[in-house]
């Protein structure tokens, strides 16, 4: 079975970091693009921060100068590196594949992990 799993969420004091890990399960080949969305209560899913296989990043502007993605393409793995952080980073973040193969030929265009939360007191 796919599996994104998500791990390193918890609360912490604004100002402070957190470094989210997202491993795929070992029966996958390959992911296009690995990537980081949040939804806060109330609120619809948005992204964070995309990293193609080519190493291609993309950041939500709210995020820009704190947050930094970086990926193992070796291992199927995504990481969040978040400073600086704010009250209002406070969300269920999910991991994302896209254009994600697994062995026996199984063709996923979109995975997601089940999420972590991640809160930040004032």
């Known amino acids: 079975q796919v599996q994104l799993v998500e791990s390193g969420g918890g609360l912490v004091q604004a100002g402070g970091s957190l470094r989210l890990s997202c491993a795929a399960s070992d029966n996958i080949f390959s992911i296009n693009t690995m990537g980081w969305y949040r939804q806060a209560p109330g609120k619809q899913r948005e992204l964070v921060a995309t990293?193609?296989?080519?190493?291609?990043?993309n950041y939500a502007d709210s995020v820009k100068g704190r947050f930094t993605i970086s990926r193992d393409n070796a291992k199927n793995t995504v990481y969040l590196q978040m400073n600086s952080l704010k009250p209002e980073d406070t969300a269920v973040y999910y991991c994302?594949?896209?254009?994600?193969?697994?062995?026996?030929?199984?063709?996923?265009?979109?995975?997601w992990g089940q999420g972590t939360q991640v809160t930040i007191s004032s």
């Open positions: 990293s193609s296989s080519g190493g291609i990043t």
């Open positions: 994302n594949a896209k254009g994600l193969l697994a062995y026996g030929n199984r063709w996923y265009p979109d995975y």
